[in-house]
């Protein structure tokens, strides 16, 4: 038998085994945004350092940093030309609130059926140990015929505020030949997925201040402009009426589908209805002329997040606020730089601000887009999938952001090979979070026949 058969047999014998691991981290309430979780973001860290450490990484290292740690580990192979693969992924998790809409204790893992519900079950807890569950498998049964790092952080869900620095000062550390992230998913259990690209982000925030304080609005109402009113009458107009965007120069850099890329996102197969009963929409909304995956992965969108002002106790208060404010984010494709969209939205809405009331704009945060088609890897994960899953490979382009693919390439000069084993309705960052077994499961012997292909005797 061939050390993949070997691996392949010896997970499937171990799957108990590997499935209490995989419970044990995901009951570490390692939630980055809550201080009151700092020292469970550290137990989470060391958990996954013990492990490392107990699968034979010669350097295991914690790096401090101002909010949480990042861990590094190396593991080496025996041949000096074997390649160096770089893992990546995060311990962190999104808080678990609204706590009383949670059917189980979000961290006491619950199985039932083929799920398994707790937060981080799906995002990305339990992509960390399919990760770990391939490599201890292969190590089981055989050499390892890579050079493995890995790159753990804990901050990835408020941002990752202390990654961009870290990987630019240690880019010898880093250094790798191949970069595997599978903090992404697939299109449905049956469709093995690969993303190879990802939109940007621009965060910005919009502030509407009138009078220095609340007004009575029946004394006031009338002379004194309402900042909510004006804020309002601003959002109503950042889009035209056929869902595209309103601001002047907003596609200006955005590249047209070709026909070839029109084939590709039409090749992923998904059904619109399931993305009513995901989203519990009566109908779907977007920008006419596209379809649902190209709106979701190829075309820029400008979404409200957030919306204050005023008062919005139970009950009535008849007010003027003194202020209105508004969270917003745009979703960028290629050739669109976030500095230039900021600045062109800063522009748009204060032409369209009222002389009555004081107008602030800010930028939180911003990345680029992302493509990847070229990654190096992506045949041999191509070809892993396939052969797992017994089915093509989906290559899809995500509407999410994943910064850190871009710092990758920057620094380290590597595209990443962005994959996963969380399914759409995973409720990631909602409450009842939960993966699919069976896919997990599939997704372990699809990372042991990667990491085995770098291996000609396999």
Same mark, same amino acid.
């Given at each position: 038998m061939t050390q993949l058969s070997n691996s392949l047999k010896f997970f499937t014998n171990h799957s108990d085994y590997f499935l209490e691991q995989y419970q044990q981290l995901v009951r570490i309430p390692s939630v980055s945004t809550d201080k009151e979780h700092n020292a469970d973001m550290l137990a989470a860290c060391e958990f996954l350092a013990d492990k490392l450490r107990g699968l034979g990484a010669g350097r295991v290292e914690v790096f401090p940093t101002k909010v949480h740690p990042i861990l590094f580990a190396e593991m080496r192979a025996d041949t000096e030309a074997a390649p160096t693969i770089l893992i990546y992924g995060h311990y962190d998790v999104q808080p678990v609130a609204p706590i009383e809409e949670w059917r189980t204790p979000p961290f006491e893992p619950t199985i039932s059926g083929e799920y398994l519900t707790a937060r981080g079950?799906?995002?990305?807890?339990?992509?960390?140990?399919?990760?770990?569950?391939?490599?201890?498998?292969?190590?089981?049964?055989?050499?390892?015929?890579?050079?493995?790092?890995f790159l753990l952080e804990g901050e990835?869900?408020?941002g990752s505020p202390s990654l961009d620095g870290f990987i630019e000062?240690?880019?010898?550390?880093?250094?790798?030949?191949?970069?595997?992230?599978p903090d992404s998913g697939m299109v449905s259990k049956d469709v093995p997925t690969i993303v190879y690209g990802l939109r940007g982000l621009l965060y910005l925030e919009v502030r509407v201040d009138g009078p220095k304080a609340d007004l009575h609005s029946g004394l006031f109402g009338g002379n004194v402009a309402n900042p909510a009113n004006v804020l309002a009458a601003i959002i109503a107009r950042l889009h035209n009426p056929d869902g595209s965007v309103a601001v002047p120069g907003f596609y200006d850099k955005v590249l047209p589908l070709s026909p070839e890329e029109k084939q590709r996102i039409a090749s992923v197969r998904s059904d619109p209805d399931k993305l009513l009963q995901i989203t519990g929409v009566p109908q779907l909304? &977007?920008? =006419?002329?596209?379809?649902p995956l190209e709106r979701t992965g190829a075309r820029p969108t400008l979404d409200v997040?957030?919306?204050?002002?005023?008062?919005?106790?139970?009950?009535?208060?008849?007010i003027i606020p003194a202020y209105a404010k508004a969270k917003i984010s745009c979703r960028l494709v290629p050739d669109q730089d976030p500095d230039e969209i900021f600045a062109l939205i800063q522009a748009y809405i204060s032409s369209l601000a009222p002389d009555s009331v004081r107008l602030t704009i800010f930028k939180h945060?911003?990345?680029?887009?992302?493509?990847?088609?070229?990654?190096? &890897?992506? =045949?041999?994960l191509s070809k892993?999938?396939?052969?797992?899953w017994n089915k093509p490979v989906s290559f899809k382009r995500e509407g999410g952001s994943i910064p850190v693919a871009t710092t990758m390439q920057k620094y380290l000069g590597v595209k990443s090979l962005l994959t996963g084993f969380g399914l759409p309705d995973d409720q990631i960052h909602s409450p009842n979070e939960h993966q699919h077994l069976p896919t997990w499961k599939l997704g372990v012997q699809a990372l042991i026949r990667f990491l085995l292909s770098f291996d000609?005797?396999?």
């Open positions: 079950a799906s995002d990305m807890k339990g992509q960390v140990m399919a990760s770990l569950a391939a490599v201890e498998s292969v190590l089981a049964t055989g050499p390892l015929p890579v050079n493995l790092k990835e869900e408020i000062t240690h880019t010898d550390l880093l250094a790798c030949d191949v970069v595997l992230n909304y &977007g920008e =006419a002329g596209y379809s997040n957030g919306l204050y002002s005023g008062f919005i106790g139970e009950g009535s208060k008849t945060s911003g990345a680029p887009a992302y493509l990847a088609d070229d990654a190096p &890897g992506l =045949a041999q892993a999938l396939s052969e797992t000609h005797a396999n």
